[in-house]
């Protein structure tokens, strides 16, 4: 059974930064295409970040060069590294994994991130 826990959110200060992690058990992590989300109160679920399987990115174009979403594939686990957050940055993260092979998509169950002074 394929389960992703998101970890690394919290409350911070416009201008900071957080690192969120998503650790992915229950499958090879290499050959999971990843990618995180994030859902505003009262708004939809959008793309952050993705990065497949062959370290390809793409990013919300909104968001380039302020987030970076890398994976370690020997801890299977996926990061987002947030930089220069802003109060409309404030959401729910959310880590989701899809194969190749499949239409399912797996996610995990979110972790808040607050910004706020």
């Known amino acids: 059974q394929v389960q992703l826990v998101e970890s690394g959110g919290g409350l911070v200060q416009p201008g900071g930064s957080l690192r969120l992690s998503c650790i992915v058990s229950g499958t090879i992590f290499s050959r999971a295409n990843m990618a995180w989300y994030r859902q505003g109160q009262g708004k939809q679920r959008e793309l952050v970040a993705g990065i497949n399987s062959l370290g390809v990115i793409n990013y919300s174009d909104s968001l380039k060069g302020r987030f970076t979403i890398s994976r370690g594939n020997p801890k299977n686990t996926v990061y987002l590294q947030m930089y220069s957050l802003k109060p409309e940055d404030t959401a729910v993260y959310y880590c989701?994994?899809?194969?190749?092979?499949?239409?399912?998509?797996?996610w995990g169950q979110g972790t808040q991130v607050t910004v706020s002074s």
């Open positions: 989701n994994a899809r194969f190749w092979s499949s239409d399912i998509a797996y």
